[in-house]
């Protein structure tokens, strides 16, 4: 797809500039600017009541967040990384001092970005994303349900991963995925030992294996158009491809999109959800969670939503 916007480093359809290196960035295609600094020292943890407080999957452990409200935007506290001060006002996110690079930007594009570009009007939906033909197949469902794998599998293929785990996603008159970072995380037990052609090792961990694409497999970071939205299901032996009701697919979608607990988010958060599954067909996916499969499953969706 051509790629629209500034050249430059983009993730979510931000410029993206940065006090410190960087390495899941894709190249043009940003409209927005967003700025990462260095904090010049620790932070306070805010004495007020918090907006949210769950688990995260940790980087080879588990890891506590907590966000807050503050003057200026928000802080978003991780216990494997530290603090991170979101100004989605201004399009700038300060970024703990840590020696363990990787951890950092993982958590900084997650939660910290997600809502610097809820607030410019997109919603964040826990999927993974891949380009086939001139379109964008979204993956959706909760950890652990093969999303990377599958995203990977569509990689070997020569597709584009739009996304590995959170999906940015654009709902005006034809919805879009906005790209996010250039990233595959695996589990060790469907890593073989060399990274597959078109990607890199920057990280090893007990529990994951971080893959930069490279650049030649990268892309920008315009929107593409969204063709489907495939909902993840595991099945004993059958591979089957079935359209989903709207009333079925509003309550997975709600399950799995990311807002914040006030009124009003929920209720623009209804109103996107609602204009994405009126423009785009969903489908539910029931495959078997084996490796032997996921090449049939490719191809499967390749012939049935790539047309």
Known sequence: MVNSGSPG?????????????????????GAGDLEIVRAQEPRQR????????????????????????????????ATDSGAFHIDPEKGRIEIPDMADEIVREQRLWGIPSTLCYMHRGDFSLHAAAVEV?????????????????????????????????LSCVRVGSVPALVPGPAVLRLRPDVYHG????????????????????DDTRVGGGAPVPIRAVVFLRESPADLKLAPVAPST????????????????????SFQQLGRLLGAVPSWDL??????????????????????
């Open 194 to 213: 060399d990274p597959p052609p078109g990607t890199r090792v920057v990280k090893t961990r007990p529990d994951r294996v971080f893959l930069a694409l």
């Open 9 to 29: 480093p983009s993730v979510f359809g931000f410029r993206v500039s940065s006090q410190v290196p960087l390495r899941f960035l894709r190249q043009g295609g």
């Open 249 to 268: 697919a509003m309550a997975d979608l709600w399950a799995l999109n990311f807002r914040l607990q006030t009124e009003e988010s929920r209720v623009r």
């Open 133 to 165: 033909g001139e379109g964008a197949v979204v993956f959706a469902a909760p950890s652990r349900y093969g999303k990377t794998t599958l995203a990977l599998a569509f990689h070997r293929r020569g597709h584009r991963v739009l996304s590995e785990d």
């Open 286 to 307: 029931h495959r078997p969670l084996r490796l032997d499969r996921i090449d049939d499953t490719v191809e499967l969706i390749v012939d049935r939503l790539g047309a």
């Open 46 to 77: 805010p004495t007020t009541e918090p907006l949210a407080d769950w688990m995260l999957g940790g980087a080879g452990q588990e890891a506590r967040a907590t966000l807050y409200r503050v003057e200026q935007g928000f802080e978003f506290w």
